[in-house]
């Protein structure tokens, strides 16, 4: 910093007492650009809509500025530039001012009155000046650092360290000092998105922050409660059915017995060429109602397991869910991202 004002105590002493061209005894270069401003605010951007009288008052404020900045006492110089510049917005009084808060340490502010001292090209403040606030400029860059804060949610508000910048969508940079930093996103209704950045001299970063939807803690299931239980009855059903398939099965297999012993009665046995069609039929069908139960009590033993296994996994679980955000509706906005620019759509329901 020592350093940095070396060079701003040079730069005022030759900027505003050794200037080159005058235009009148005592009245340096850059003050006679601002006394010709005064007179005339034709074709001049910067004096446009500003009254004579105000812009008589604020060269007199600007005058002592500089008869106070000659003698150090840059704390009371600045004070002048800004009653000046609440009257004046002049790229004079801007650069002067951001000597003084060189000087006094105050170089974010600096840097700011430079950009605005060079925002009007080199005519108000003359070319010497205008290339020497562009050297400022360089020199705090590598002093400061930079965040480039992006947000894409509308209505957010953000702020870098407490200080609002603009509200989303949009996107800005800002120069910082050196060390951390909190780049953060509020809305109403919703959690604030916050960023910590981190910079060394000379850094610049980018940094996205979105404000999130709040979240509650909810007992949730896999699907609805029936599904288990309605697999669970439907096994039942099943080992029902397979059981009367049994039972059917058996009182063929009865019959059939009854009906042999009937015929092969008194004797030592029958030959199987000796059963009739009916009977023969009735063995078979005996066996195919006897094979059919026997699988369908595989079907709903599979299904009643089934159901005890999506019971178990249906139990409820508690997880956290979002807060359905007030608005609904579909919404359109623009999105900035790092390496282009868009539209996001978004439906609240």
């Known amino acids: 910093m020592g350093m940095c ?16 061209a005058r235009a009148q005894e005592g009245t340096s270069e850059g003050e006679q650009r601002v006394l010709e401003d005064v007179a005339d605010a034709k074709g001049r951007p910067w004096s446009e809509g500003v009254p004579l009288e105000k812009r008589q008052r604020a060269y007199e404020l600007f005058l002592e500025g500089n008869s106070i900045i000659k003698e150090g006492f840059f704390g009371k110089a ?26 006094l340490d105050q170089l974010i ?39 480039e804060v992006i947000c894409n949610e509308p209505g957010a508000e953000v702020a870098v360290d407490g200080k609002s910048l603009f509200a ?46 709040p979240e509650h803690l909810a007992t949730v299931r896999r699907w609805p409660e029936w599904i288990p239980w ?10 029902a059915g397979a059981g009367a398939m049994d039972w059917h099965s058996t009182n063929l297999f009865d019959q059939f017995d009854s009906e042999f012993d009937e015929l092969c009665k008194g004797k030592v046995g029958c030959l199987e060429s000796e059963l009739s069609d009916t009977l023969r039929g009735r063995l078979d069908h005996a066996h195919v109602w006897q094979w059919a139960a026997r699988a369908t009590y595989v079907a709903g033993g599979l299904s009643v397991a089934t159901s005890a ?8 679980r508690i997880v956290h869910e979002r807060r359905p955000n ?24």
Do not use: C
């Open 309 to 316: 296994a999506l019971l178990y996994l249906n139990r409820e």
């Open 109 to 147: 502010d600096a840097y700011e009155r430079f950009l605005a001292a060079r925002s009007h090209g080199p005519r108000p403040i003359t070319k010497e000046k205008f290339d020497q606030a562009q050297k400022y400029l360089d020199l705090l860059r590598k002093q400061l650092g930079e965040i």
């Open 230 to 239: 309605a697999v669970a009855g439907a096994g039942v059903a099943v080992l």
């Open 78 to 103: 600045a004070d002048k530039y800004k009653e000046a510049l609440a009257l004046w917005d002049h790229p004079a009084f801007h650069y002067n001012l951001g000597i003084t808060q060189m000087n």
């Open 5 to 20: 004002r070396v060079i701003s105590l040079i730069v005022i002493s030759f900027g505003l007492v050794a200037s080159p």
């Open 168 to 213: 989303g969508p949009g996107r800005q940079r800002v120069m910082v000092r050196p060390g951390g930093h909190r780049a953060e996103a509020t809305k109403r209704g919703y959690l604030p998105g916050i960023e910590q950045v981190v910079l060394n001299p000379g850094d610049s970063k980018r940094v996205i922050v979105t404000p999130q939807l």
């Open 326 to 349: 007030e608005d609904s509706g579909l919404s359109l906005s623009p999105m900035f991202m790092p390496h282009g620019s868009g539209m996001s759509a978004r439906l609240r329901f």
